[in-house]
C-alpha cells in the first residue's frame, strides 16, 4: 500500500521502516525534508522517501499520524483536503502533567482529531506500548500466540485496512468498537509507560489475547 508517515520519529520512524521492509510503498510527509528524524529514518531503511506534507498525503492511501499530540490538530488540519476518504492512523497520545491524560479524561485525543479532519477515517493505533516495541514486535517462544495490537475507529472498512497492516509486523489486531475506545486505550498506554518507565518493568512486555476454545461471545474473530 501506498503510506504516508506525518512524524518520522521514535514511534513514525520505526514503523515507517517495518512497513517499508514488508514491502509498502513509504513515504514521509515531512515539514523538514532534512530534519534530523528524517534522516534517521532513511538511513535507518533506505527505501523512505521524503515530500513535503502535501504531496506525501495527497499521494498516499492510509496516512499515519505521529507528532507530539500538541502538534496533530494543526498537523492534519494542515493537509485536511488530501485527507478526504483516507484512513487515518493516529498513533498519538495526549499526555498531561505527571502520567495524567492530557484531555482530563473528557474526551479521546483520537474524537478530537476526528473532529478536526471530519472527512478522514480515524483509526487509533499503534499506541498502547512504547517505541521499542514497534521497533522489534517479535516475541517468540509463545508458539502461535501473538502479541496484541489494539485499536479502535468508527468505519469497519478502515479498521481491516489497519488491522493488515498491524498483521504485516506480527501483530494480532484486536478492534476494542467505535472511536470512543480511544479514551480507554490512551488510559491503557498509561498504564504501560508507569509499568514500563516509572515502575521498573522495561518495555520489553505486550499484552497479547487468550480466548478459550468454544468459548461464548460473538465479537471479532
Ligand atoms: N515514544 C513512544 O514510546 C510512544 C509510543 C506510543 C505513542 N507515542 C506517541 O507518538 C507520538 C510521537 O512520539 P515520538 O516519541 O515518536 O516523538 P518524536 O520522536 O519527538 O518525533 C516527533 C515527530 O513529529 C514531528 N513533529 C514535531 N512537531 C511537529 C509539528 N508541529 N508539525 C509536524 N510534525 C511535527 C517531528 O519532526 P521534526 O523532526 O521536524 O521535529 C518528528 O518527526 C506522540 O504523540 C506520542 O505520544 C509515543
Not at 20 to 41: F, I, N, P, Q, Y
Not at 138 to 147: M, R, T
Not at 169 to 196: F, N, Q, R
Request: neutral net charge; proline residues 6%; charged residues 20%.
Amino acid at each position: 500500500m501506498k503510506l504516508a508517515f506525518l512524524g518520522s520519529g521514535q514511534v513514525g520512524g520505526a514503523l515507517a521502516a517495518r512497513l517499508a521492509a514488508c514491502g509498502h510503498e513509504v513515504t514521509l510527509a515531512a515539514r523538514d525534508l532534512r530534519s534530523a528524524s528524517v534522516e534517521a529514518a532513511r538511513q535507518r531503511e533506505p527505501r523512505l522517501r521524503a515530500l513535503d506534507p502535501l504531496a506525501a498525503v495527497t499521494a498516499a492511501e492510509v496516512v499515519f499520524l505521529a507528532t507530539p499530540y500538541a502538534a496533530a490538530e494543526s498537523a492534519v488540519r494542515a493537509v485536511a483536503s488530501a485527507l478526504e476518504g483516507k484512513v487515518l492512523v493516529d498513533c498519538t497520545n495526549p499526555v498531561g502533567p505527571g502520567l495524567t491524560h492530557g484531555l482530563a479524561s473528557t474526551r479521546s485525543g483520537s474524537e478530537v482529531l476526528q473532529a478536526a479532519v471530519p472527512a478522514a477515517r480515524v483509526v487509533k493505533a499503534f499506541t498502547i506500548y512504547g517505541f521499542e516495541n514497534f521497533e522489534h514486535s517479535s516475541y517468540p517462544g509463545y508458539g502461535e500466540l501473538k502479541p496484541a495490537m489494539l485499536l479502535a475507529g468508527d468505519d469497519p472498512a478502515a479498521k481491516q485496512v489497519v488491522g493488515q497492516l498491524c498483521s504485516d509486523l506480527g501483530w494480532e489486531p484486536v478492534d476494542t468498537g467505535p472511536l470512543g475506545s480511544s479514551l480507554h486505550l490512551e488510559h491503557l498506554t498509561l498504564l504501560w509507560i508507569k509499568m514500563a518507565r516509572v515502575q521498573g518493568h522495561g518495555p520489553d512486555f505486550v499484552w497479547a489475547r487468550l480466548r478459550r476454545a468454544g468459548g461464548r461471545g460473538t465479537g471479532q474473530p
